[in-house]
């Protein structure tokens, strides 16, 4: 019994079609127009700032971050967050350097997979128990520090034959960094599999709306705990970055890197109330937060106007790429 | 066709989880309070309790003010900042050792003020720029820490105003002068959130923020007003740590952010807003503040501390919640 | 019946209430309005009906300045105004009862009901209790509602809500010194018959010094309460009718742009029912809210459960589906046993599940209208692990076809579609594997139009014949007896009785009220 | 296609070939938000202002991660005459450092922090590290603290950060001053993370617990010593238990001064700030070579001073000589070399 008015999908005013199409495609690139800006406003404070081997450094250094950046993105896409990241990563970096004399090259896919457990053993956690992922995370970030720092000795742990995790130290091409490209490498790969298979669409309608996802019968727990899984994933894949940076291990290691993982991912754009975002967006939101952290007092930027300028450029850029239309109310 | 009585029925099912579910808390309290006395009889002296309620004093301030960022499902991370900036406006402007400044009350107002203006700042980041309260108060740490470190200028601000310091040292009825502040700080913040416009409303955007501008609130005053509100109660927060500590700490603020959302959380006020309050609150900042003296009490060893302290309290928000557990809830 | 447009306001009549003219509103890939013209004249009831987006939401939110419209004119008491929020509109005596609910579910409904209008119940920012219980005690006298203003809202029923909107609205009385326009977006969807009965006494009463404007899909309530309908149709006007003496059928014509038949009952065409083993056999079944509860459901047969508010029935719908917990019981479906821990584990049983809370339960709202189709059924969509896009797309438009649904294009976000089409991608979600067993159906026609409802009950009848069984928590009395082979009558958590509803042997709303109280 | 360095890598500059206006003096510490720090900036910046250039402060906020990320992008600048005086954030921070300005060739002094097995004397640029006797400080202020309890009583010490080396010599300097003070009882001892506002909870905390037992406070700093101080205010006790701490910090001096602090140790940071650029000056620019420097300058403990009442006066004022930072007195202040 359908009707001809109904039938008919009403037709689509040319202008009305292209004019949200432009402006949406313009704050998908957001993130990357938010560096750039950055990179010439630094460059124009200090014009030896843009050179090839200073932009390489850069790419190196943003590395592990991007890593920790783009596991945590899947968590605040699902709608959670996870504040045990960098706790985490430190208990990797101490694993690692304890592991590496005995287990070689195997130290690292197992630093990996113990980390991914932990980070299950969270989700399930935050799934069963029903606690916020804030707390879980929160206690999570205690209890893995206090882990770590009774593992280690509460001390560094040296890493006196790196050769198992130097690989990550050489440059591709004699340009790129191999951190930096195997953090791309992970970046695509999960951004890949997001998308060629129903997981893109189940971890956004748990994000947007948990309880509709569930009674569509999406495996909102499953999904959950998997993003879990592969945040304590990347934790450890850049535990084994700093390793191979730091030529040691340490219980406090990548703590500070909580917030600019944090940043990292808000700044490309992505809702921290979850739904909307993707982890291209946070791989930018990495760079113009690296760039922040080493390009400000590099360029010569005072400490105490260093924090205040980062204060101010960190939600200004927010500003800038969050797409409003996709986020109906902003808290 | 309806049927009264299946209604009410219905009802009062839902009002007694209701009273279930903010029991969790005080329980868990009472518990952790029980097993620490049986366990040290230190722990159970008057001195110590006398000490526990002390030093949450601060907790309990900035406590309060985050409460109110909560209930309306935001998050504030900016109270670092904050006291940090406000520590040091209020030791510059006492007498203190680096200039001849002696404002006194002045000073300490001024520094709540400050607090006001950064609460301020992070409200309009939010409503005006629309960047997320996370990001926004973030933001504004970093400012704070910053201007803080601007005044800091190197050499240590210690105070000598004796109105000042006798915050931290007088006592009335056997509790210190700063506790008793806060303690007036929960019963004002109590009032504001039961008898206000500005509490209930920001009680309101918690639950239904969209409601509300259906209804012709206009909802971004508020928002601007309860961060505003606050920043105050950080400023003064920064003014007690500056009282404690005779001097102004850059730090004064150091850990406070994730220590007040452990505890409004470990009471009861959901981080996604609309439920909870600042008496819940009080109740989970005495619950931290006796789990960390509690560990210290009994001896655990210094290196586990932490993990302790965070296993016990995702156990008791998980206790807490039990009562409260639906299939299909929703939980962030 | 139709009468021809009145753009020019004959001068002898008095100045109307309201006066939309020429009104556009564009979307993107939608004209929501496209040049409507209404009047609402004083002391009048005007009905407003068209299909599910016809631009009946679109064009009373414009009314409360919560859509500015891209073009046209409107006049309160005849003066040009510009609405540019809902307080704009209050300030003209202009006030609206939205179709989703819209309270706070954690204040109390004193506030809900004084929310933004407090008077003196706030002075200076501070709460005066006593005041703002009296005050909106006297909202819900005016309505009859029983409830304590000082409970929290999200302690009220569903339909105790709806009550406390109505209230709320009626605080424009007090607002405004110009006799108000109070608008009703299908208020009564929600509501059960004798809730409606005090609705419309309400309006009545309204009519002495307000004008109302009332929408809903069930066009005898329309035709009921109303004094005259104007009809929309594609965002454009198409008419009015007199309610005197007009019947639905007509009504209807207007609203499709063609005959059409008002006849949403199908009771010749139900299923022959098979009797060998029931599809699903629940014995026992007890939860929070409901016991022993016995249930037999064969392929092809569609069994409805009615029951008044807080019987319990949804609930049983809820643990059929894994939602809700229950105590004990057994669950078998084709004679197999069957636990129902999670929803995942009731959608691998073959069971499909349509909420009545549309907005919150049903759909994902900033997603499109594919994703939100395909959500479920990930064999239908996919090429081993992965979305073959192809076929993604060559799904949907079918099923858009398939159900009439009236959307921009498959990627349009679900959230910007009218609520009946939102309802039918919902409904879509369980169709598309072909392989859905047990349905369970939760007011799945709220809020749809004839048109729309129609077609539901048509598809609900083809999937009964190709053998799914169907659970329905109808909408009304009439839908439940006109589709069902069975109904079930459920008081107070227990199945009180069963009624047969054989074609041509069907009982009356009277039989069944008998037993529901 | 891989590559152990990227394109474009600085050959390590010959030693002593700076002219002085080309050096480019940088200084690192972890922030200028507390006075020890803050005095070791000021003391880069004098000595700076002595050869007229001046020095570019970095700070890092007590974050590792930063810390590295500050250094790599330094080094991927102009490193030709770069001397840099680095405080690590802790001992596992110096080793990357230490290579990274190995290969660009800049010239390196860190203080404090370093794994004990990673030598200057194996790398070319890394000129010299500087710290000081942990075990010793420890030790000292431990022995001033029994002393001024009369060789008997019970103690509580505050701990620093718990995974550096500071914190651990300290605390074993502790230790071996227990051993040799049998009367001294160690009552409890907690980290309270070298922080002012930490220390004040911890010692009221256990000053409950143990009551009048408690006669003496070891802190492993000073910042947690005066917050001991403000506790024992707050419980009605200022005066009547004896703090030490470590560092010398102002306020620290002037307690120690007017007798509410027992005794601190100076390592005098306003020296450490200018004597690591002082020697990365001297190298860059000729005045001396590495391979001149006698191999216990390499890596050594500096001078440090107990200050007790009686010669707090002489350290009420920080003060730099210019003559310390002369390229003949530079190693002036070495006390032996670290083992
Ligand atoms: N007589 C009153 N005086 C002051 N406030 C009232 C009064 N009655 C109700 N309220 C307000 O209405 C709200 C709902 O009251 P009620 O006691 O029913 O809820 P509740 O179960 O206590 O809610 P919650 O668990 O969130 O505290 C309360 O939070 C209170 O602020
Ligand atoms: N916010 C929006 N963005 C885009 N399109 C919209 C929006 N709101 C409504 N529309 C579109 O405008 C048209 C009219 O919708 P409207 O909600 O007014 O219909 P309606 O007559 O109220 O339907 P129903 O009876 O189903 O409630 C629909 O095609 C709808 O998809
Ligand atoms: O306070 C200082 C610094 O924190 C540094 O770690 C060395 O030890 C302490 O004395
Ligand atoms: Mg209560
Ligand atoms: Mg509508």
Same mark, same amino acid.
């Given at each position: 019994?359908?009707?001809?008015?109904a039938?008919?999908?009403?037709?689509e005013?040319?202008?009305?079609?292209?004019g949200?199409?432009?402006?949406?495609?313009l704050?998908?690139?957001?993130p990357?127009?938010?560096?750039?800006?950055?990179?010439?406003?630094?460059?124009?404070?200090?014009?030896?700032?843009?050179?090839?081997?200073?932009?390489?450094?850069?790419?190196?250094t943003?590395?592990p971050l991007?890593?920790?950046?783009?596991g945590?993105?899947?968590?605040?896409?699902?709608?959670g967050i996870d504040?045990?990241?960098?706790?985490l990563?430190?208990l990797?970096?101490?694993?690692?350097?304890l592991?590496?004399?005995?287990?070689?090259g195997?130290?690292?896919?197992?630093? @990996?997979?113990?980390?991914a457990?932990i980070?299950?053993?969270?989700?399930?956690a935050h799934?069963l128990?029903?606690?916020?992922?804030?707390?879980?995370t929160?206690?999570?970030?205690?209890?893995?520090?206090?882990?770590a720092l009774?593992?280690?000795g509460?001390g560094?742990?040296?890493?006196?034959?790196?050769t198992?995790?130097?690989w990550?130290?050489?440059?591709v091409?004699?340009?790129?960094?191999?951190?930096?490209?195997?953090?791309?490498?992970?970046?695509?790969?999960?951004?890949?599999?997001?998308?060629?298979?129903?997981?893109q669409?189940?971890?956004?309608?748990?994000?947007?709306a948990?309880?509709?996802?569930r009674?569509?019968?999406?495996?909102?727990?499953?999904?959950?705990?998997?993003?879990?899984?592969?945040?304590?994933?990347c934790?450890?894949f850049?535990?084994?970055?700093?390793?191979?940076?730091?030529?040691?291990g340490?219980?406090?290691?990548?703590?500070?890197?909580l917030?600019?993982a944090?940043?990292?991912?808000?700044?490309?754009?992505?809702?921290?109330?979850?739904?909307?975002g993707?982890l291209?967006r946070?791989?930018?939101?990495?760079?113009?937060?690296?760039?922040?952290r080493v390009?400000?007092p590099?360029v010569g930027?005072?400490s105490?106007y260093?924090?205040?300028?980062?204060?101010?450029?960190?939600?200004?850029?927010?500003a800038?790429?969050?797409?409003?239309? /996709?986020v109906?109310?902003?808290k | 066709m309806t049927v009264?009585?299946?209604?009410?029925?219905?009802?009062?099912?839902?009002?007694?989880g209701?009273?279930?579910?903010d029991?969790?808390p005080?329980?868990?309290l009472?518990?952790?309070?029980?097993?620490?006395?049986?366990?040290?009889?230190?722990?159970?002296? @008057?001195?110590n309790?006398?000490?526990?309620?002390?030093?949450?004093?601060?907790?309990?301030?900035v406590?309060c003010?985050?409460?109110?960022?909560?209930?309306?499902?935001s998050?504030?991370?900016?109270?670092?900042?904050?006291?940090?900036?406000?520590?040091?406006?209020?030791s510059?402007?006492?007498a203190?050792n680096r200039n001849?400044?002696?404002?006194?009350?002045v000073?300490?107002?001024?520094?709540?003020?400050?607090?006001c203006?950064?609460?301020?700042?992070?409200?309009?980041?939010?409503?005006?720029?629309?960047v997320?309260?996370f990001?926004?108060?973030?933001?504004?740490?970093?400012?704070g820490?910053?201007?803080?470190?601007?005044?800091?200028?190197?050499?240590q601000p210690?105070?000598?105003?004796?109105?000042?310091?006798?915050?931290?040292?007088?006592?009335f009825?056997?509790?210190s002068y700063?506790?008793?502040?806060?303690a007036?700080? @929960?019963?004002v913040?109590w009032?504001?959130?039961?008898?206000?416009?500005?509490?209930?409303?920001?009680?309101?955007? +918690?639950?239904? !923020? !969209?409601?509300?501008?259906?209804?012709?609130?206009?909802v971004?005053?508020?928002?601007?007003?309860?961060?505003?509100l606050?920043?105050?109660?950080y400023?003064?927060?920064?003014v007690?740590?500056?009282?404690?500590l005779?001097?102004?700490?850059?730090q004064a603020?150091?850990?406070?952010?994730?220590?007040?959302?452990?505890?409004?959380?470990?009471g009861?006020?959901?981080l996604?807003g609309?439920?909870?309050?600042?008496?819940?609150?009080?109740? =989970?900042?005495v619950l931290?503040?006796?789990?960390?003296?509690?560990?210290?009490?009994?001896g655990?060893?210094?290196?586990?501390?932490?993990g302790v302290?965070?296993?016990?309290?995702v156990?008791?928000?998980?206790?807490a919640v039990?009562?409260?557990?639906?299939?299909?809830q929703?939980?962030? | 019946m139709?009468?021809?447009?009145?753009r020019?306001?004959?001068?002898s009549a008095?100045v109307?209430?309201?006066?939309?003219?020429g009104?556009?509103k564009? &979307?993107p890939g939608?004209?929501a309005?496209?040049?409507?013209?209404?009047?609402?004249?004083q002391?009048?009831v005007?009905?407003l009906a068209?299909?599910?987006?016809?631009?009946?939401?679109?064009?009373?939110?414009?009314?409360?300045?919560?859509?500015?419209?891209?073009?046209?004119?409107?006049?309160?008491?005849?003066e040009?105004?510009?609405?540019?929020?809902?307080?704009?509109a209050?300030?003209? =005596?202009?006030g609206?009862v939205f179709?989703?609910?819209?309270?706070?579910p954690?204040l109390?409904?004193a506030?809900?009901?004084?929310?933004?209008?407090? =008077?003196p119940?706030?002075r200076?920012?501070?709460y005066?209790?006593d005041v703002? %219980?009296?005050?909106?005690?006297?909202?819900?006298?005016?309505?009859?509602?029983?409830?304590?203003p000082?409970?929290?809202?999200?302690?009220?029923?569903?339909a105790?809500?709806?009550?406390?909107?109505?209230?709320?609205?009626?605080r424009i009385?007090?607002?405004?010194?110009?006799?108000?326009?109070?608008i009703?977006?299908?208020?009564?969807?929600?509501? !059960?018959?004798?809730?409606?009965?005090?609705?419309?006494?309400?309006?009545?009463?309204?009519?002495?010094f307000?004008?109302?404007?009332?929408?809903?899909?069930?066009l005898?309530e329309?035709? *009921?309460?109303?004094?005259?309908?104007?009809v929309l149709?594609?965002g454009?006007?198409?008419?009015e009718?007199?309610t005197?003496?007009?019947?639905p059928?007509?009504?209807?014509?207007?609203?499709?742009?063609s005959?059409?038949s008002?006849?949403?009952?199908?009771?010749?065409?139900?299923?022959?029912?098979?009797?060998?083993?029931?599809?699903?056999?629940?014995?026992?079944?007890?939860?929070?809210?409901?016991?022993?509860?016995?249930l037999?459901?064969?392929?092809?047969?569609?069994?409805?459960?009615?029951?008044?508010?807080?019987s319990?029935r949804?609930?049983?719908?809820?643990?059929?589906?894994?939602?809700?917990?229950?105590?004990?019981?057994?669950?078998?479906?084709?004679?197999k046993?069957?636990s129902?821990?999670?929803?995942?584990?009731?959608?691998?049983?073959?069971?499909g599940?349509?909420?009545?809370?549309? /907005?919150?339960?049903?759909?994902v709202?900033?997603?499109?209208?594919?994703?939100?189709?395909t959500l479920?059924?990930?064999?239908a969509?996919?090429?081993?692990?992965?979305?073959?896009?192809?076929k993604?797309?060559?799904l949907?438009?079918?099923?858009?076809?398939?159900l009439?649904i009236?959307?921009?294009?498959?990627?349009?976000?679900i959230q910007?579609l009218?609520g009946?089409?939102?309802q039918k991608?919902?409904?879509?979600?369980w169709?598309i594997?072909?392989?859905i067993?047990?349905?369970?159906? *939760?007011?799945?026609?709220?809020?749809? *139009?004839?048109g729309?409802r129609?077609?539901?009950?048509?598809?609900m009848r $083809?999937?009964a014949t190709?053998?799914?069984?169907?659970?329905?928590?109808?909408?009304?009395?009439?839908e439940?007896?006109g589709m069902?082979?069975?109904?079930?009558?459920?008081?107070?958590?227990?199945v009180?009785t069963?009624?047969?509803?054989p074609?041509?042997?069907?009982?009356?709303?009277?039989?069944?009220?008998?037993?529901?109280? | 296609?891989?590559?152990?360095?990227?394109?474009?890598?600085?050959?390590?500059?010959?030693?002593g070939?700076?002219?002085p206006?080309?050096?480019?003096?940088?200084?690192q510490?972890?922030?200028?938000?507390?006075? &020890?720090e803050?005095?070791?900036?000021a003391?880069?910046?004098?000595f700076?202002?002595?050869?007229?250039?001046?020095?570019q %402060?970095?700070?890092? +906020?007590?974050d590792?991660?930063?810390q590295q990320?500050q250094?790599s992008?330094?080094?991927?600048?102009d490193?030709?005459?770069?001397?840099?005086?680095?405080?690590?954030?802790?001992?596992?921070d110096?080793a990357?450092i230490v290579?990274?300005?190995?290969?660009?060739?800049?010239?390196?002094v860190?203080q404090w922090? /370093?794994p004990?097995d990673?030598?200057?004397?194996?790398?070319?640029?890394?000129?010299?590290?500087?710290?000081?006797?942990?075990?010793?400080?420890?030790?000292?202020?431990g022995?001033?603290?029994?002393?001024s309890?009369?060789g008997s009583?019970g103690?509580?010490a505050?701990?620093?950060?718990?995974?550096?080396?500071?914190?651990?010599d300290?605390?074993?300097?502790?230790?071996a001053?227990?051993k040799?003070n049998s009367?001294?009882?160690?009552?409890?001892?907690?980290t309270?993370?070298?922080?002012?506002?930490?220390?004040l909870?911890?010692?009221k905390?256990?000053l409950?617990?143990?009551?009048?037992?408690?006669?003496?406070?070891?802190?492993?700093?000073?910042?947690?010593a005066?917050?001991?101080? $403000?506790?024992?205010?707050?419980?009605?006790?200022?005066?009547?238990?004896?703090?030490? =701490?470590?560092?010398?910090v102002?306020?620290a001096v002037?307690?120690?001064?007017?007798?509410s602090?027992?005794?601190t140790?100076s390592?005098d940071?306003?020296?450490?700030g200018?004597?690591?650029?002082?020697i990365?000056?001297?190298v860059?620019?000729g005045?001396?070579?590495?391979?001149?420097?006698?191999?216990?300058?390499?890596?050594?403990?500096?001078e440090?001073?107990?200050?007790?009442?009686?010669?707090?006066a002489s350290?009420?004022?920080?003060?730099?000589?210019?003559?310390?930072?002369d390229?003949?007195?530079?190693?002036?202040?070495?006390?032996?070399?670290?083992?």
């Open positions: 019994m359908s009707t001809p008015v039938m008919q999908p009403v037709a005013p040319a202008t009305g079609k292209s949200p199409r432009a402006a949406h495609r704050t998908g690139f957001m990357l127009i938010a560096l750039v800006a950055l990179v010439v406003a630094l460059t124009i404070a200090d014009p030896d700032f843009l050179t090839q081997r200073s932009l390489t450094a850069v790419a190196r943003a590395a991007i890593v920790l950046a783009a945590a993105t899947l968590i605040v896409l699902c709608g504040l045990s990241i960098a706790a990563a430190s990797s970096t101490v694993l690692l350097a592991w590496l004399p005995d287990l070689g195997l130290a690292t896919p197992a630093v @990996i997979a113990v980390a457990a980070g299950a053993v969270q989700g399930v799934v128990l029903r606690i916020p992922s804030f707390i879980v929160l206690g999570g970030m205690s209890i893995l520090s206090a882990v009774v593992v280690s509460a560094t742990v040296r890493v006196v034959d790196d198992p995790v130097k990550l130290e050489l440059y091409g004699g340009y790129v960094p191999m951190s930096a490209a195997m953090a791309l490498l992970v970046v695509a790969l999960i951004a890949a599999i997001l998308k060629a298979t129903p997981l669409s189940w971890v956004s309608a748990t994000g947007y948990e309880s509709a996802a009674l569509a019968g999406t495996p909102v727990d499953l999904v959950k705990i998997g993003a879990f899984c592969v945040s304590g994933a934790a450890g850049a535990a084994v970055m700093l390793v191979s940076r730091q030529f040691s340490g219980p406090t290691m990548a703590d500070n890197l917030l600019p944090v940043a990292a991912i808000v700044v490309g754009g992505t809702a921290i109330t979850g739904g909307h993707s291209w946070s791989l930018a939101g990495a760079f113009v937060v690296t760039l922040l390009g400000l590099i930027v005072p105490a260093e924090q205040i300028l980062y204060g101010v450029i960190i939600v200004v850029a927010v800038l790429t969050l797409d409003w239309s /996709k109906s109310i902003i | 009264t009585t299946g209604v009410a029925a219905s009802r009062r099912i839902i009002r007694r209701a009273a279930f579910r029991a969790g005080p329980v868990a009472v518990v952790i309070f029980a097993v620490f006395a049986a366990l040290s009889p230190q722990f159970r002296s @008057i001195d309790v006398q000490n526990i309620v002390d030093a949450a004093a601060v907790l309990a301030v406590t003010g985050i409460t109110f960022v909560l209930m309306m499902g998050i504030d991370l900016s109270s670092a900042g904050v006291m940090g900036a406000s520590a040091l406006t209020v510059l402007l006492v203190n001849d400044n002696d404002f006194g009350l000073g300490i107002l001024a520094a709540i003020v400050l607090g203006a950064f609460g301020c700042l992070s409200g309009l980041a939010l409503v005006l720029l629309k997320p309260s990001m926004a108060t973030l933001g504004v740490s970093a400012i820490l910053g201007v803080a470190t601007l005044l800091f200028a190197g050499v210690n105070i000598s105003d004796t109105m000042l310091k006798s915050w931290a040292i007088e006592r009825l056997g509790l700063l506790t008793w502040i806060a007036a700080c @929960i019963l913040g009032l504001v959130q039961r008898y206000t416009r500005l509490g209930r409303y920001a009680f309101a955007i +918690g639950g239904a !923020e !969209e409601v509300l501008t259906l209804s012709g609130v206009k971004k005053p508020y928002k601007v007003a309860v961060f505003t606050a920043g105050a109660f400023g003064l927060a920064g007690m740590v500056t009282s404690q005779g001097a102004g700490l850059v603020g150091n850990g406070y952010d994730f220590s007040a959302i452990t505890a409004a959380v470990v009861g006020t959901l996604t609309g439920r909870g309050g600042v008496l819940h609150s009080a109740v =989970g900042v931290v503040m006796v789990l960390t003296n509690g560990l210290v009490q009994v655990v060893s210094p290196y586990w501390q932490g302290e965070g296993l016990i309290v156990a008791a928000v998980a206790a039990i009562p409260q557990r639906r299939r299909n929703v939980v962030k | 139709s009468v021809p447009d009145q020019e306001p004959t001068t008095p109307p209430a309201l006066e939309v003219r009104l556009v564009h &979307y939608v004209k309005l496209d040049g409507v013209d209404l009047v609402v004249h002391h009048e005007l009905g068209g299909e599910n987006g016809a631009g009946k939401s679109t064009l009373l939110k414009a009314l409360v300045g919560l859509v500015t419209p891209d073009a046209g004119e409107i006049y309160v008491r005849g040009a105004v510009k609405l540019r929020s809902v307080v704009d209050a300030d003209h =005596g202009i609206m179709q989703e609910q819209s309270l706070v954690n109390t409904a506030e809900n009901i004084l929310l933004g209008g407090e =008077g119940a706030v200076r920012g501070v005066r209790w703002m %219980r009296r005050l909106a005690q006297e909202q819900l006298d005016k309505i009859g509602s029983k409830i304590d000082l409970a929290r809202t999200d302690t009220l029923s569903f105790d809500r709806q009550m406390v909107e109505i209230a709320k609205v009626l009385e007090q607002r405004s010194q110009h006799p108000p326009v109070i009703l977006d299908e208020p009564t969807s929600v509501l !059960e018959s004798k809730e409606i009965d005090t609705l419309f006494a309400q309006i009545r009463r309204l009519r002495e307000a004008s109302v404007v009332f929408v809903s899909h069930r005898d329309v035709l *009921d309460v109303c004094d005259r309908v104007s149709r594609g454009q006007s198409v008419g009718v007199a005197a003496g007009a019947v059928r007509e009504l209807h014509r207007m609203m499709i742009g005959t059409g008002d006849d949403h009952y199908h009771e010749n065409a139900a299923a022959s029912v098979e009797a060998e083993q029931p599809r699903l056999s629940v014995r026992g079944l007890s939860g929070k809210s409901f016991r022993d509860i016995d037999d459901v064969a392929a092809g047969e569609i069994v409805a459960i009615v029951g008044v508010h807080g319990g949804e609930d049983v719908c809820r643990a059929l589906f894994g939602i809700e917990p229950t105590s004990a019981g057994e669950i078998r479906m084709d004679g046993k069957v129902l821990p999670n929803t995942r584990a009731a959608c691998a049983a073959g069971i599940y349509v909420p009545a809370e549309r /907005k919150n339960e049903g759909m709202g900033p997603m499109s209208v594919a994703e939100n189709m479920t059924k990930q064999k969509r996919c090429a081993g692990p992965f979305v073959a896009p192809r993604q797309a060559g949907v438009d079918r099923w858009i076809e398939r009439s009236r959307t921009p294009g498959r990627d349009t976000p910007r009218s009946g089409n939102q991608v919902v409904l879509a979600r169709l594997g072909d392989d067993r047990l349905l369970l159906l *939760d007011h799945p026609t709220r809020g749809l *139009d004839i729309a129609s077609e539901v009950y048509r598809l $083809e999937l190709s053998g799914v069984a169907t659970v329905l928590l109808a909408d009304s009395l009439e439940a007896i069902a082979d069975r109904i079930l009558v459920m008081n107070d958590g227990r009180v069963e009624v047969a509803c074609n041509g042997d069907k009982p009356t709303p009277l039989d069944l009220v008998k037993e529901m109280v | 296609a891989c590559s152990e360095a990227p394109a474009g890598e600085n050959d390590p500059a010959g030693a070939a700076c002219k206006a080309d050096v480019k003096l940088v200084g510490v972890r922030n200028e938000s507390n006075p &020890y803050a005095s070791w900036l003391g880069g910046d004098a700076a202002k002595t050869v007229g250039l001046t020095q %402060r970095l700070t890092y +906020g007590g590792s991660t930063k990320e250094i992008q330094l080094l991927a600048g490193t030709k005459c770069l001397v840099m005086n680095v405080l690590p954030n802790g001992d596992s110096t990357p290579k990274g300005a190995d290969k660009a060739g800049a010239y390196l860190t922090n /370093k004990a990673l030598k200057p004397a194996d790398y070319k640029t890394w000129i010299s590290h500087i710290t000081y006797n942990g075990v010793e400080s420890g030790k000292q202020i022995d001033a603290l029994a002393k309890i009369g009583g103690i509580i505050l701990q620093g950060v718990l995974d550096t080396a500071a914190a651990k300290r605390f074993a300097g502790l230790q001053s227990l040799e009367g001294v009882q160690l009552l409890d001892q907690q309270a993370n070298f922080s002012r506002a930490e220390a909870t911890v010692t905390t256990l409950t617990k143990h009551g009048d037992k408690v006669k003496g406070i070891w802190a492993a700093n000073d910042d947690m005066l917050g001991a101080l $403000e506790a024992l205010q707050q419980a009605g006790k200022a005066g009547k238990v004896a703090v030490v =701490g470590i560092d010398a102002p306020d002037a307690a120690v001064q007017s007798g602090m027992t005794a140790v390592s940071g306003t020296w450490q200018g004597i690591g650029l002082a990365g000056f001297c860059a620019t005045k001396l070579q590495v391979k001149d420097i006698a191999a216990d300058n390499r890596a050594f403990f500096a440090q001073f107990l200050i007790t009442k009686d010669n707090a350290f009420a004022q920080p003060k730099t000589d210019p003559a310390d930072f390229c003949a007195n530079v190693f002036k202040r070495v006390a032996g070399p670290l083992k």
